[in-house]
């Protein structure tokens, strides 16, 4: 055994220094006249340009007396503009003046009595200022451009704003994200605060956050990284300032603290012309100097035990090197060295041995200061969190005295070379990448010595670097079995705004005369795009050229799942703990991990899956060493108690998120004893399972029918013969009956299923409507509806629960077909929402359903961005083998977007309803909901159908 690890340890350092093929970012960098950073990232693989404004100011340059105030800033920017989202700005300016003005008066004012007053005047003065917006028109415009996943996110040091569109909208996009940042005008601010509560009472549900808020205050004592959250306190929630955000904007959203990344499918000369155009408008200004918090070292173990979890769990966090820093590299793989996907470091081998349940190192980087974490949990029977941490600490300790192979650096090193090459595969992958490196006031250029330096690291580099900051001085933070105790908010008594109908602002009149380029139509091509191979009965295969990297993917799915066979979830999860006949688990692990290959096994209700991703110049290794797995798999007996032990664990987390909670009783009210939390194995059946069953129980699965997709540049005739050798188990391959559909129960009348959730600061409403049976012919209508109906913020749905009427922070709704035509469809809806607004938010969906509104004048615009988005809906390489399986499973011969964009030049608004009339109006609502029973009017409820009470725990076997 010790030449076979010398000769895995020789090949991984050879493979390590001969891999050259390698990734590059290539990106052109330049700034305008007003200091505003250009970064163009030009790639053709996919017809899509995705395009991201990072700004660097987050929310821990928050003033201390209002934090969250970038965060509502984000918020805030897709309100519109004084030309855009309002009808008449000069008459609605004199309510957004008078609104700043009141909400200083209120953050001003103590007293209860007359807060209210004050509040009750900012809501008269937004329903008037409400006659002259448009709200979600900077959605609706983005839609109209074929725009799709328009989003934002603030960090501590930064936030960005982004979104994927068609290359022959460049010109739209540049000009209307240049504009959302001047003159903006943060109208329905009452409304968007209520949303931002909403967001709140979200987090606060899940004891994640509360666990890493109470890190976060103990491991910076002075810091904003600990002493303030992104999302605010509620104390400043409550008061907030308009004047105070302005000021903010105009402080830090100005062109030298921006930068504008494009990536994708365009032509960088003549985007620069545009960005000239468009963006040199942006303002110049004086950045303010950002204060230093000096966090001193810690004096030894500073312990902090609080009870915040449903079970025991620590968390270790250390100084780590800030973004930038010269020891960054080496400390990332000192952590691959202790924790890493392929479960073959000094942590991953706690778990796999079953001495800790959990243990996995995490980074939280910042510009300023960086914290390293460690998160165990311990064994839920007889393990204390101080024994659990004494076993990571030694680990710690060998990581300082260079007490590990040779193989495992290696290793670690080329795991950190291939994410990073996976990471470039995408636009929005590396737009992401670029805008994190621009916000760390780092050269973009210099992210391509990032191998050089990883391959530079050596063993003596390791202890250095662990010395310095694996040291004695940390955070030991444990959280007992206990619940934060959570601040509830009260209903406002507010009116919301309501628009009579849509309108057209004078900026969209303007931009709509601005000339676009038609979509240039890039198609799936079933025979050219993909190679399809029958490799023997019941084998097939499908070829993807990859167009970036020399990095391959390789997916075996067996026709059989664990709807049938419920303890094949257990065989599963078992055989990623398994050895061969030639190999210990720790071998082989150390086997594919020198090859540069992850592998993993799992399983859902319709298959079980065998997953590769490794470099192509050792494909034909990384499949012989799979078959190990296939043909001999030994596991130690005392594995399953690795999987018994994880069950426990994630079955007492389970119940105490509202959320988990929420989507069972859905999942129940649609399937009954067949729900996912149900047609499962008990506790204690699992407790009889033996290893000999359960690999008998894969060893079996693999006999079925497999579908291989393989994304990579190998030769098509050796890959078939590689797959070939590693299939030749000594048996014909038996036809399955998957896909699995799950058919949802019937219901003939509506009912409500009711979960009492005690202390739960949000309702998790789902609603669902059996449907007719599903066909081809009516897959464009769907998308017609579900872009009308719930089609993100300029859907019905968040525009009438969010936008107007502040119920929720997320709320959505979907047609859903069936995986296999001639099944039944559904209609599902959701809106989680504070528990004292469940019955309005009952109301209007309900109402929406029922009785839909009828908006005509919206249907130019679907049909625009039905069109656009379908032209460049082109797949991803890694899933275009698997999407076309699927269009082919469902009946389709060709790319199903061809026939779809003729139907929707046709398109009317009366087809819309009439597919609704037809399929949805008139169904019963059955309804799923998770909240305090306490805080919710039941009679009110009951109107709505029969109330069936459903305890928590009959939702899990």
């Known amino acids: 055994m010790t030449n076979k690890l010398f000769l895995i340890g020789f090949l991984s350092v050879l493979f390590l220094n001969t891999n050259a093929q390698q990734a590059k970012l290539k990106v052109t960098t330049y700034k305008l006249d007003n200091g505003l950073t250009v970064i163009l990232n030009e790639d053709h693989t996919k017809p899509e340009v995705f395009g991201l404004v990072a700004v660097k100011v987050g929310s821990k340059n928050d003033p201390a007396d209002a934090t969250g105030l970038a965060h509502y800033q984000e918020h805030m920017l897709f309100k519109g503009t004084e030309d855009l989202g309002t009808t008449n700005w000069e008459n609605e300016k004199p309510f957004i003046t008078k609104i700043f003005q009141l909400y200083d008066t209120l953050g001003a004012t103590n007293d209860e009595v007359k807060r209210a007053i004050i509040q009750k005047e900012i809501n008269e003065l937004t329903l008037a200022a409400g006659e002259y917006a448009i709200p979600n028109e900077f959605d609706k415009i983005l839609k ?67 666990i890493l808020e109470n890190f976060q205050k103990n491991f910076y004592k002075k810091h904003p990284y600990g002493q303030q959250t992104t999302i605010g306190t509620v104390e400043h929630l409550k008061n907030p300032s308009l004047t105070k955000m302005y000021d903010f904007f105009k402080t830090y959203y100005v062109a030298n603290n921006m930068a504008l990344v494009l990536s994708g499918d365009f032509n960088p000369d003549e985007a620069k012309k545009m960005i000239q155009e468009k963006f040199s408008q942006l303002p110049t200004g004086k950045i303010p100097d950002f204060p230093e918090f000096k966090e001193a070292e810690f004096v030894g173990r500073e312990e902090i035990t609080l009870k915040l979890s449903p079970i025991k769990l620590g968390l270790y966090g250390f100084r780590a090197p800030k973004n930038g820093n010269d020891d960054e590299i080496a400390f990332e793989i000192c952590n691959a060295i202790l924790s890493n996907e392929d479960q073959t470091g000094l942590l991953d081998q706690l778990m796999l041995d079953n001495k800790l349940l959990a243990a996995q190192v995490f980074n939280i980087p910042g510009n300023d200061y960086s914290s390293s974490i460690i998160f165990s949990v311990p064994k839920i029977l007889g393990q204390s969190l101080e024994s659990a941490e004494t076993l990571i600490m030694n680990e710690i300790h060998r990581l300082a005295i260079g007490d590990f192979s040779e193989t495992l650096l290696e290793n670690a090193k080329l795991n950190i070379i291939k994410q990073f090459q996976q990471q470039l595969e995408s636009n929005e992958s590396r737009a992401v990448l670029i805008a994190e490196l621009y916000a760390q006031n780092r050269d973009v250029n210099s992210i391509n010595d990032l191998i050089d330096k990883v391959k530079g690291i050596s063993v003596e580099n390791i202890i250095l670097v662990s010395e310095k900051y694996y040291g004695a001085n940390y955070l030991a933070f444990q959280s007992k079995m206990g619940f934060p105790k959570k601040k509830k908010l009260e209903k406002p008594d507010y009116k919301p705004v309501a628009p009579k109908k849509d309108a057209k602002s004078p900026y969209l009149e303007q931009f709509e005369k601005i000339p676009a380029s038609k979509p240039i139509t890039h198609f799936v091509d079933f025979n050219k795009d993909l190679t399809y191979a029958k490799l023997k009965e019941n084998v097939e295969l499908y070829v993807v050229k990859n167009p970036v990297n020399e990095i391959f993917t390789i997916k075996f799915k067996f026709g059989v799942g664990k709807y049938n066979n419920p303890s094949l979830a257990y065989a599963t999860q078992l055989m990623n703990f398994a050895g061969s006949y030639h190999y210990t688990l720790k071998d082989i692990k150390t086997a594919f991990s020198s090859l540069g290959c992850s592998y993993s096994i799992s399983c859902d209700d319709s298959y079980t899956y065998v997953e590769l991703t490794g470099f192509d110049n050792k494909l034909k290794e990384s499949i012989d060493l799979l078959k190990e797995l296939f043909v001999a798999p030994n596991i130690d007996k005392e594995k399953l108690k690795v999987i018994l032990n994880g069950e426990m664990s994630t079955r007492k987390m389970e119940k105490s998120e509202p959320d988990n909670v929420a989507r069972a009783l859905f999942d129940y009210v649609r399937y009954g004893d067949k729900s996912e939390s149900l047609n499962r194995l008990s506790i204690k059946e699992i407790s009889k399972l033996n290893t000999d069953t359960l690999v008998k129980e894969f060893l079996d699965a693999i006999k079925y029918d497999v579908a291989i997709h393989y994304a990579g540049n190998a030769e098509v005739n050796d890959l078939k013969s590689y797959l070939l050798d590693c299939l030749d188990l000594g048996y014909e391959f038996q036809k399955g009956t998957s896909p699995i559909v799950n058919v949802p129960n019937e219901y003939n009348k509506p009912q409500i299923y009711f979960v009492d959730k005690k202390n739960a600061l949000q309702s998790k409403i789902y609603l669902f409507t059996n449907s007719e049976k599903f066909e081809l012919s009516q897959v464009s209508y769907i998308n017609a509806f579900n872009q009308y109906f719930s089609g993100d913020f300029s859907g019905l749905v968040l525009q009438e629960i969010r936008e107007y009427r502040s119920l929720a922070y997320g709320a959505g709704a979907r047609y859903v077909m069936p995986e296999k035509a001639g099944y039944n469809s ?80 046709r398109l009317t608004f009366n087809d819309i309803t009439d597919f ?35 305890k928590q725990n009959d939702l899990f076997k």
Do not use: C
Not at 888 to 894: A, I, V
């Open 916 to 950: 609704y009339k037809k399929n949805i109006q008139s169904k019963p609502i059955i309804y799923s909901i998770v909240g305090d029973k306490k805080r919710i009017d039941m009679d009110a409820l009951a109107k709505y159908g029969e109330i069936v009470f459903v």
């Open 144 to 210: 109209g451009i074929g725009g799709t996943d328009m989003n934002a996110n603030t960090s501590m040091d930064r936030t960005v704003y982004f979104n994927a569109f068609p290359p022959n909208q460049l010109d739209k996009w540049l000009e209307l994200y240049s504009h959302r940042f001047l003159k903006p005008v943060f109208r329905l601010f009452q409304s968007e605060l209520e949303v931002v509560y909403e967001e709140k009472n979200l987090y606060s549900d899940n004891f994640i956050t509360s």
């Open 826 to 905: 559904s209609f599902y809806g959701y809106v989680g929402t504070q528990d004292d607004k469940t019955m309005e938010a009952i109301d209007v969906f309900t109402n929406l359903i029922k009785s839909m509104p009828e908006k005509s004048e919206r249907i130019e615009n679907i049909k625009v961005f039905l069109e656009e988005a379908s032209s460049v809906a082109y797949p991803f390489f890694r899933d275009l083998s698997e999407t076309v399986e699927s269009w082919k499973r469902k009946g389709y011969t060709e790319d199903p977007s061809i026939k779809m964009i003729e139907v929707y030049k």
